[in-house]
């Protein structure tokens, strides 16, 4: 991590760009923001768990319902193998009650110490799903497994009516980020 930050600051030019340090960036917000409250910080993704973008499935095209099963099922079958975090699955956006005991499982899963919490925070934030999140932690996808798996139904939309410039510029931008937490999580937890 020291390496990947100090190579940062050498490739600066003449002026410092913040926007292409993503490592510098992560390492400030965990001294400023997560030392000091690694529980908060754990609370705000355990948030997630109650409305997990792998939850809420597509109901049709039958395409995208099969995209999306593909997928995430192997996360939430995963998590409720290895973490005892029973699910329900909805189809659409109305809200369904996770069961305690599975949030308790999943959240009892986080890490504990501050650069891996806030790594497996941004990717959370990143990716709408602290299973993902968990699944990177805990080795069972890699980080382009985990984007995939996040970016599903935007990517089948992308496929269906085209890309649009300004999204994908956003995309781009958060990808930077999402890969400077996941090389973080790659480097403190060797199953990662």
Do not use: C
Request: proline share 5%; aromatic share 8%.
């Amino acid at each position: 991590i020291a390496d990947a930050i100090a190579g940062e600051w050498e490739a600066q030019p003449e002026f410092i760009d913040p926007l292409s340090m993503p490592m510098t960036r992560f390492a400030n917000s965990v001294v400023d923001a997560v030392v000091d409250r690694v529980e908060a910080v754990t609370d705000d993704v355990a948030k997630y768990l109650g409305t997990d973008l792998l939850f809420y499935r597509a109901g049709h095209p039958q395409a995208l319902v099969a995209r999306e099963a593909a997928l995430w099922d192997p996360v939430v079958f995963w998590a409720a193998e290895a973490l005892g975090a029973h699910f329900i699955l909805a189809e659409g956006i109305v809200h369904v009650r996770q069961p305690e005991p599975a949030i308790a499982a999943a959240r009892a899963a986080l890490p504990g110490d501050p650069w891996s919490i806030a790594a497996v925070h941004v990717v959370t934030t990143l990716t709408g799903s602290a299973l993902l999140a968990l699944a990177l932690l805990r080795g069972v996808l890699d980080a382009d497994q985990v984007w995939n798996a996040a970016h599903v139904d935007e990517d089948w939309n992308i496929e269906q009516w085209g890309g649009d410039e300004e999204v994908a510029a956003r995309r781009r931008a958060r990808l930077v980020d999402f890969r400077a937490a996941a090389s973080i999580i790659r480097a403190l937890n060797p199953a990662a």
